[in-house]
């Protein structure tokens, strides 16, 4: 079997934002995305400038979560389970649309639908193109932090801060099972497998474990983690995989960045500040992005940081 080995290269820095950065999406070319903070501004970066982003927007309160969707608009959600809607052709269209109770961790867009979690434990289906709530289901009481989306199934795993992990048909909007008790602690992040054939899960407990899928999620299925890794020392924030190849990186509030291998799940690097000058505080989100397949970190330092990653095989 051949040998994986990778160089990691410190690209830039992009300062701007006063307080913590939350999360972060792409933008309407490869070279754009956008980040969102606690001082609520929504900021919009190109790879191409060295140091200047526009602010977009500004809302009142933090800003948690962040989709830029297909129709030229961008969501955000934030502390107290409101979402912004940012019309980037028509600043008439911006709207404050008021639906969860508590903040809104996670935003996902499926077709012509959006999926938005929030603290109140809150799974809410909303059409994207009149931005109204369809349907909703309670799956907790405690805060619902990840959403990941099988890659070919009308599929979607949901974390909790219950510890359980949910499963919910995205045509029938309903609970297929639950996996119970995943973590030791809330399940921060989830993403599925390049295939779809595992669920790769991240806890507070600082653990990544790997879940089979079967081909049909039934209520009689039981559950088991094939992988238990002692991944990181604090909390995994976020799971994301490369554009193209089979490798993924986690974030962690242990202040790393660490690239795996997404068939073995063997760890290649650790990407911290006494090696490459990295962040300082808790990495909260990730993007794998496809110009020059960048990976894009964002942290509670304020910071975001460009990392090259070049992979090897010997």
């Known amino acids: ?9 410190k690209i830039n820095e992009l300062m701007g934002h006063k307080a913590a950065i939350y999360a972060m999406d792409h933008g309407e070319q490869p070279p754009e995305f956008y980040s969102v903070a606690g001082e609520g501004w929504l900021v919009k970066w190109d790879l191409n400038n060295s140091t200047d982003g526009v602010l977009v927007a500004q809302a009142k309160s933090n800003l948690f979560s962040i989709k830029k969707l297909k129709s030229n608009r961008v969501l955000s959600g934030n502390m107290n389970g409101g979402l912004h809607l940012i019309d980037l052709e028509s600043k008439d269209n911006n709207r404050d649309i008021a639906h969860h109770s508590k903040g ?10 959006f999926l938005t979690a929030g603290g109140d434990g809150l799974l809410t289906k909303w059409n994207a193109s009149s931005f109204r709530a369809m349907e909703s289901l309670q799956l907790s009481e405690a805060s619902l932090r990840s959403i990941a989306i099988h890659p070919s199934k009308a599929l979607a795993a949901i974390g909790a801060s219950d510890q359980n992990i949910y499963f919910i048909d995205l045509k029938s909007f309903e609970l297929l099972n639950v996996i119970e008790k995943a973590h030791d602690n809330s399940v921060f992040s989830l993403h599925f497998s390049r295939l779809g054939n595992q669920l790769i899960s991240g806890g507070r407990d600082a653990h990544l ?5 079967p081909d049909k999620i039934e209520k009689e299925w039981k559950p088991e983690a094939v992988k238990d ?36 799940y063997e760890l290649l690097k650790v990407i911290d500040f ?19 397949n960048y990976l894009i970190s964002c942290s509670d330092d304020r910071r975001i940081i460009i990392w090259k990653i070049d992979f090897e095989e010997k």
Not at 1 to 9: G, Y
Not at 209 to 213: A, L, T
């Open 209 to 213: 474990k790997v879940w089979e899928i």
């Open 229 to 264: 890794i002692a991944a990181h020392l604090f909390t995994i924030n976020k799971i994301t995989f490369h554009p193209t190849l089979n490798f993924f990186a986690t974030s962690s509030r242990d202040k790393s960045i660490k690239i795996w291998n997404g068939q073995t």
């Open 1 to 9: 079997m051949k040998k994986t080995s990778l160089q990691v290269e």
């Open 104 to 113: 809104i961790y996670a935003i996902k867009e499926i077709a012509d639908y």
């Open 274 to 292: 006494e090696k490459y000058k990295g962040h300082v505080n808790s990495v909260n989100d990730l993007l794998w992005s496809t110009y020059n």
